[in-house]
């Protein structure tokens, strides 16, 4: 992912570093500065899994990085990230098939830690190329349909990319920036706001802009007025989420995402 | 700039806990870990790690722990950041007065951080 995002921005920014998190730091100076510096913040990584223990049939048993909702994870193609390439697997939790199981086992939702990998090879294969720390991830195709783009991890590679294009478009208008602009490229967001901090350490900036996915929660069975933001009205400007509140005078101001 | 987080890791080899969630299991070796409940360990330093237990042939087992933390987490985070790993041992009957660490386990743990000491 960093490698894409270092692709993508060559010759955007005047420096680029990776810090000691594996974040990003792209920065643009201002020729005439009339403020600290604007610091845009988007995560690349996205949930997913490490491998915590490989069985004695062969099956990956998982801890996961980020905040999966069990409910989701049933029959799930998924890819194990391993030294000697990647692995195709299904993901599936512990327990008995749709024909011999009672109403009431198909009724409970396993926990995440419930669920196995089946990689569809023999034991000692598998034992040969899994080790316990190596990634999982989710393995589904991106789909363009007529009104929406549909995929894994638009939380928030859509960030990235939503900073990536803004910064693309006023490439010619670097001049008039009145501070520099600081864009991160953040790493283990999903598992607390990690690499945000250091690069917030790193930078000192005075406006802070958080750029992440927001709910579209329009959808059925969720209330009008639990819908958070709606498909099509527009960009999602934050104005309260369960870790920041937009304030008027100092210090972080905007969260933007959609 | 590389941080290392030295603690206990949790040893369920016990009865009543399936394999997959013993965490570490006694006399494997030194637990290296992967990801705990406050810290993802550098992935550059955790292969490095575990080159160089694997050169020196010190027993070494990778470990994932799903909830406690060590003092790692707050390295890693503090100012702008430091590459961070954890090593430790698996400790059986945590937070009592019968915690017990194998001792194979013992002496591969400090073989392991003199040798990164040197190393890193």
Not at chain 1, 117 to 138: P, T
Not at chain 1, 241 to 258: C, I, P
Not at chain 2, 88 to 101: D, F, K, L, N, Q
Request: proline share 4%; charged share 25%; aromatic share 4%.
């Amino acid at each position: 992912m960093r490698a894409l995002v270092q692709k993508e921005t060559k010759g955007l920014f005047d420096s680029v570093t990776v810090d000691p998190m594996g974040s990003l730091l792209c920065t643009i100076k201002a020729r005439k500065r009339s403020g600290g510096p604007i610091l845009v913040a988007a995560h690349m990584d996205e949930i997913g899994f490490y491998v915590r223990h490989v069985d004695e049939q062969g099956f990956l048993w998982l801890n996961p990085a980020g905040g999966f909702d069990a409910r989701n994870l049933f029959s799930r193609r998924v890819l194990v990230i391993t030294e000697k390439g990647d692995l195709k697997g299904v993901l599936n939790p512990g327990g008995k098939p749709i024909h011999i199981s009672s109403e009431a086992e198909r009724s409970k939702v396993p926990g995440t830690e419930e669920f196995f990998i089946d990689l569809g090879r023999e034991v000692g294969d598998v034992k040969s190329r899994v080790q316990v720390g190596d990634y999982v991830v989710m393995d589904e195709p991106f789909l363009d349909l007529p009104t929406a783009v549909i995929s894994k991890a638009l939380d928030n590679r859509f960030a990235c990319f939503m900073a990536i294009e803004a910064i693309r478009a006023i490439a010619k208008r670097r001049g008039q920036l009145s501070r520099d602009v600081v864009v991160a490229f953040t790493t283990q967001e999903e598992v607390g706001l990690r690499g945000a901090m250091t690069a917030a350490n790193a930078v000192g900036a005075e406006i802070g802009i958080g750029l992440d996915v927001n709910l579209a929660c329009d959808t059925p069975g969720v209330p009008d007025s639990q819908r958070v933001t709606k498909h099509g009205l527009g960009a999602a400007v934050m104005v309260q989420d369960g870790s920041n509140r937009a304030g008027r005078e100092s210090g972080v101001r905007y969260t933007w995402g959609t | 700039m590389a941080a290392i987080g030295l603690d206990v890791n949790l040893a369920c080899d016990t009865p009543g806990v399936p394999d997959s969630q013993r965490v570490t299991k006694h006399g494997l070796g030194a637990a290296v870990m992967v990801q705990d409940g406050s810290m993802i360990s550098d992935y550059g330093l955790l292969t490095e790690v575990c080159a160089i237990a694997k050169r020196k042939k010190i027993p070494h087992q990778r470990a994932i722990l799903p909830r406690g933390g060590q003092d790692g987490a707050a390295i890693q985070r503090s100012g702008k950041g430091s590459r961070c790993i954890a090593i430790g041992a698996g400790t059986r009957y945590i937070h009592t007065v019968t915690e017990s660490i194998n001792k194979k386990d013992l002496k591969a743990a400090i073989d392991l951080l003199a040798e990164c000491l040197v190393t890193l």
